[in-house]
């Protein structure tokens, strides 16, 4: 089975530019949690999706956002970055939004905002 | 609220003495744990999970972690040390009880010396 795949995996944007990053998850699973690590913060809780709708959502401002598809693809999006949105942005796929369903990780996206 | 703390920052072993990374964690209900590692520019990889039973989890690459309901821990073990080990290393908890999000601890460096 293919992994997740998260695109592009890097991208370099400025300040008040929007940016989307994608995920796809691993063939049959549904679930997709999106996950933020950055050295001051360490991984943080983004949101998570099952079957195209958001059952959490971590501490972050509006500007974050996200959606999934029928497909379960999944796009992630940041509207006017700011530089603390640096980061590595981690994709994760579980079959069902579960407990006990363990995660699989993306290798991610590194964005860096200028 | 739930938490996880991992209270070494870095942990240092000659290759091939055991090693241990310290995990606590807090939880209203009962606990999922997880480890996870992080190679060098890589997103993380599954080691293990505890769910219940044993309290003693056998993971991948020779890993395994205690869980102790007592002392609310869940340390990572392994009786002999590589190099190839060296990596960050993440302990990860989610409520039992709720469809809550997992919770990261900040990391621990471990650095393997030859």
């Known amino acids: 089975k293919a992994g997740v795949t998260q695109t592009p995996r890097y991208l370099i944007k400025t300040r008040g530019q929007q940016v989307t990053l994608s995920c796809s998850p691993i063939?049959?699973?549904?679930?997709v949690s999106w996950y933020q690590q950055t050295p001051g913060q360490g991984l943080q809780f983004l949101f998570e999706?099952?079957?195209?709708?958001?059952?959490n959502k971590g501490n972050f401002p509006g500007r974050f956002s996200g959606r999934q598809f029928s497909n379960s693809r999944s796009e992630m999006n940041v509207s006017t970055l700011e530089l603390g949105d640096s980061a590595l942005y981690l994709c994760?796929?579980?079959?069902?939004?579960?407990?006990?369903?363990?995660?699989?990780f993306g290798p991610g996206t590194r964005l860096l905002v200028l | 609220a739930q938490s996880v703390a991992q209270p070494e920052d870095q942990v240092n072993v000659a290759e091939g003495n055991p090693l241990t990374v310290k995990c606590t964690y807090s939880?209203?209900?009962?606990?999922?744990l997880f480890w996870y590692v992080q190679y060098p520019n890589r997103g993380l990889q599954f080691l293990l999970k505890?769910?219940?039973?044993?309290?003693l989890v056998k993971g991948s690459y020779g890993f395994e972690a205690e869980f102790n309901k007592s002392q609310t821990s869940f340390h990572l073990k392994k009786p002999s040390a590589l190099v190839s080990d060296s990596a960050l290393y993440f302990c990860?908890?989610?409520?039992?009880?709720?469809?809550?999000?997992?919770?990261f601890g900040s990391g621990t460096r471990l650095s393997i010396r030859p």
């Open positions: 994760a796929s579980s079959s069902t939004t579960g407990r006990q369903e363990t995660q699989y």
């Open positions: 063939s049959g699973h549904r679930s």
């Open positions: 999706y099952f079957s195209e709708t958001q059952r």
């Open positions: 939880v209203s209900g009962n606990p999922y």
């Open positions: 505890y769910i219940t039973g044993d309290n």
């Open positions: 990860a908890v989610r409520d039992i009880s709720s469809a809550s999000k997992i919770i």
